[in-house]
């Protein structure tokens, strides 16, 4: 399967509250990144690698998020979830997989992390692990503002709540899942994906990590938003 072939999942509905000492009021996908919202950037790398169709689940001001993104980014269609009110993780990517043809591979993620890995591997880790869920993990050290995710051998055991943590993984907000899916999730409208969802029930699904090593930035705080700028952009599409 190539990144062609894939529907990509930009969740993007945050009214992103613990910004506006940065952005003002502006979605946290429109904050401004060396001089480009912070989701053209996600796009440009999802452009690079091959990525052809996008469903943006927006929520918090989406038209003025589909006035400044519009339907198409360079080769890249885009396509609009609304959220007319708010679904939590969960909810918006259960709503965003019903648009997406059932037997089809759907890959997600969160719209104000940016972490340039290459799609097509992760692909191919979940043609030959076929999982429920494949979660991108990190390695990170000295960690407080991130739950842990445990690992054993190739399968994902444990998620371990905020804490200070000296070494282990992160959870990236990145998931690929398969056809049936949507089949799995709650009946629920609203909760959360990995804490209502992956971590009650990791014992009886089959949730296996693919571990990136690339560079990882959340802006959802004022501190990491600050460092995003010596980071996005390095790798991966240009603008």
């Known amino acids: 399967m190539k990144c062609s ?21 502006l979605p ?14 996600l796009l440009a790398h999802l452009n690079g690698v091959g990525v052809r169709r996008v469903l943006l689940s927006v929520g918090y001001k ?16 885009i396509e609009y979830v609304v959220e007319e009110a708010p679904l939590g993780t969960g909810g918006a990517i259960k709503r965003a997989l019903s648009q997406i043809a059932p037997d089809s591979v759907a890959l ?37 503002r991130y739950g842990r995710i445990e690992i054993c051998g190739d399968r994902i055991t444990n998620f371990v709540e905020k804490q200070f943590c000296k070494t282990g993984f992160i ?19 609203k909760f959360s994906f990995e804490v209502d969802f992956l971590a009650k029930n990791h014992n009886s699904m089959n949730l296996r990590p693919f571990i990136v090593n690339c560079d990882f930035v959340d802006i959802g705080i004022p501190l990491d938003y600050r460092l995003a700028a010596g980071i996005v952009g390095k790798a991966g599409g240009s603008l």
């Not at 946290?28 to 912070?38: E, R």
């Not at 006035?67 to 360079?74: L, Q, R």
């Open 5 to 25: 072939e894939i529907s990509v999942i930009i969740l993007a509905g945050g009214f992103g509250t613990r910004l506006r000492s940065e952005i003002g009021e």
């Open 28 to 41: 946290k996908v429109l904050a401004d990144v060396n001089g480009k919202p912070f989701i053209f950037w």
């Open 62 to 77: 989406w038209a003025l998020v589909r006035e400044v993104v519009g339907h198409s980014f360079d080769q890249i269609t």
């Open 108 to 144: 997600i993620l969160n719209g104000d992390t940016y972490c340039p890995f290459d799609p097509c591997e992760m692909i191919e880790a979940f043609e030959e692990f076929q999982p429920d869920v494949l979660l991108g993990v990190k390695q990170m050290s000295n960690f407080d």
């Open 171 to 189: 959870s990236i907000g990145v998931y690929m899942v398969g056809g049936g899916f949507l089949n799995l999730l709650p009946s629920l409208e």
